[in-house]
């Protein structure tokens, strides 16, 4: 059985808030900061929490960490609160973004749903959440790109309200066998 996800979320909580603060978004930041080399930024914030312990440093040669999960780097983020509040957060950001899908070209909607299924596994299951952001962009860019090159056409197509029924209302009536039937 794969219990990834468990024993990183349990190697996190004995170390937040008991070893290190929590980091109230600098997670998050990181995924911005980490394609800055270290040679250009030399005092840049390490990441991980073993990284933050001294455990794993330039001397010990260790390059090898946990995945804490999804869950866990919203747990490193800012405890319980942190879990709720980031996977609302996700999830609504991910249920938009599926139905964003759907009132698009048909053809682009199903390269949108298919890029947000292969994202989705290595972030449930990844502890480095700035390096799943970044695999995401290095693998996608190419369709990245064509959405943005092609996007009066991509997005030429979603109506501002979806029309009901091409804009007639449907009335579901029932007919005297108790049969419904639309009108």
Request: with cysteine; hydrophobic share 45%.
């Amino acid at each position: 059985e794969d219990a990834n996800m468990l024993d990183g979320f349990a190697l996190l909580r004995q170390v937040y808030p008991k070893l290190l603060d929590y980091s109230y978004g600098e997670e998050h930041l990181e995924i911005l900061e980490r394609p800055i080399p270290r040679g250009w930024w030399p005092d840049k914030p390490v990441g991980g929490y073993m990284n933050k312990l001294g455990i794993i440093t330039v001397d010990t040669g260790i390059t090898l960490g946990i995945s804490p999960s999804l869950f866990g780097s919203f747990y490193q983020e800012g405890g319980l609160v942190g879990v709720v509040l980031l996977s609302i957060i996700y999830g609504f950001g991910f249920g938009r973004l599926v139905s964003f899908s759907t009132r698009i070209v048909p053809l682009t909607g199903l390269l949108a749903r298919g890029i947000l299924a292969a994202a989705i596994v290595p972030l449930l299951r990844g502890g480095d959440l700035p390096g799943i952001y970044a695999w995401f962009g290095m693998s996608f860019w190419p369709c990245l790109l064509l959405f943005w090159l092609q996007r009066r056409e991509f997005f030429a197509r979603i109506p501002s309200r979806q029309p009901f029924a091409g804009g007639v209302p449907v009335q579901i009536e029932r007919s005297r066998s108790d049969e419904h039937s639309l009108v």
